[in-house]
């Protein structure tokens, strides 16, 4: 008993020395070793607002205008389409080319047409040559006629001197009824030529009526121009009057423009000075004028806004593009703000205006803008000082 407790006695000692070896380990470890330096968080800063941008009210000048990006046209441009529907034959010149007045575009199939035409003036060549002829055997039968008629008058006069009266008779009838032959001869010969000047004339209406019949299947250049596009190919059934092709005047040229925003449409007015700038010459300025402006809803709805210039010397070509500034509005010695000092909350527009050493909110009214500076209205006055946005 007592050796059994003496050996529990001496296990218990032995684990109570190796816990004590472990903590005195432990804090051995937590000692600050030579040459150690404990390290301190480095605290984050406190953020400093960037100071803002003064600006300072000053007077000056305002051009508002807009700008638009534009391309060449010809000023005399046309739309052509066929005046009869039909199946197209094909085209005779390619988008781009030069074409001459008169110069046959394009033209519909229109079958033995040309063969009849043909035909028919060839009739009207034999119906002209007949009336030609009636007139040419009334000229020789007429002569032949009047010749026995003078030949019958001359026997008569001659006969008067010694003749008895039965000759004289036999001879004054002779010449009456050779008079009535030569009337009722020239009456004849009348009726004949009408009747073939006739006929001549209703194949004339044959003729122009094939005629017109392949000309409203062709189409025309009405003027020396350059094709600006064709639309269809051959074997396509085209309808009356559908546009297949249009045409330019390169030598009459004028600039057009997509139609400006909601905000910019009110601006602009007809007359209104252009500053244009060629891309294919961007060191050249153009000066043109405003001839025509789309409106929502009216009569020209859907037409660009046309621009008319003048550079006879600049080689340029339909479809160029051109950068479009048409000032709107000039205003000079005005109240002016940068359009960066401007602040804005729903409608409103304020400027935080610089007072001492602290800002306040100061409601303003503004005019017109060049996209950089604005017009001030009310609210500021010159020489005060805002801070930008």
């Given at each position: 008993m007592i050796r059994s407790w003496m050996g529990y006695a001496k296990r218990s000692s032995s684990l109570l020395a190796f816990c004590l070896l472990v903590l005195a380990g432990s804090l051995a470890g937590c000692e600050q070793l030579p040459g150690d330096v404990l390290v301190t968080p480095t605290p984050i800063p406190t953020p400093v607002p960037l100071p803002k941008a003064?600006?300072?009210?000053?007077?000056?000048?305002?051009?508002d205008s807009v700008t638009l990006l534009g391309m060449v046209d010809s000023l005399q441009r046309v739309n052509l389409s066929f005046r009869?529907?039909?199946?197209?034959?094909?085209?005779?010149?390619?988008?781009?080319?030069?074409?001459?007045a008169g110069q046959l575009l394009a033209e519909l199939d229109v079958g033995f047409l040309p063969h009849e035409l043909a035909k028919a003036e060839k009739q009207l060549e034999i119906a002209r040559l007949r009336v030609e002829a009636a007139l040419g055997a009334k000229e020789l039968a007429l002569a032949e006629a009047q010749a026995a008629l003078d030949m019958d008058r001359l026997t008569l006069e001659q006969a008067r001197s010694g003749a008895?009266?039965?000759?004289?008779?036999?001879?004054?009838?002779?010449?009456?009824?050779?008079e009535t032959k030569l009337a009722l001869l020239a009456d004849q010969h009348d009726r004949e030529i009408a009747l073939y000047q006739a006929e001549a004339e209703l194949k004339a209406i044959d003729v122009e009526m094939l005629r017109d019949r392949i000309g409203q299947a062709q189409l025309l250049a009405p003027f020396d121009g350059v094709v600006r596009y064709t639309d269809g190919e051959a074997g396509q059934l085209v309808?009356?009057?559908?546009?297949?092709?249009g045409l330019a005047a390169p030598d009459a040229l004028?600039?057009?423009?997509?139609?400006?925003?909601?905000?910019e449409l009110p601006?602009?007015?007809?007359?209104?000075?252009?500053?244009?700038?060629?891309?294919d010459y961007p060191q050249k300025k153009v000066t043109g004028q405003l001839i025509q402006v789309s409106t929502p809803g009216g009569a020209d709805e859907g037409l660009p806004i046309r621009v008319e210039f003048a550079a006879p010397e600049l080689e340029l070509e339909i479809g160029a593009l051109a950068d479009l500034r048409i000032?709107?509005?000039?205003?000079?010695?005005?109240?002016?703000i940068p359009n960066a000092a401007i602040h804005s909350y729903f409608n409103r527009r304020y400027a935080l205006v610089k007072e001492g050493e602290s800002t306040i909110?100061?409601?303003?009214?503004?005019?017109?803008?060049?996209?950089?500076?604005?017009?001030?209205?009310?609210g500021l006055e010159e020489d005060e000082e805002v801070f930008e946005r």
């Open positions: 003064v600006h300072r009210i000053e007077r000056g000048d305002i051009v009869i529907g039909g199946r197209l034959n094909g085209f005779h010149v390619e988008p781009g080319e030069a074409v001459e008895g009266e039965a000759d004289l008779a036999r001879m004054e009838l002779a010449v009456a009824a050779a309808a009356e009057y559908a546009p297949v092709m004028e600039i057009r423009s997509s139609s400006p925003g909601e905000e601006k602009l007015r007809i007359g209104q000075i252009v500053t244009v700038l060629f891309r000032v709107v509005e000039r205003k000079e010695d005005i109240l002016t909110e100061v409601d303003i009214s503004l005019g017109v803008t060049d996209g950089e500076r604005t017009e001030v209205l009310t």
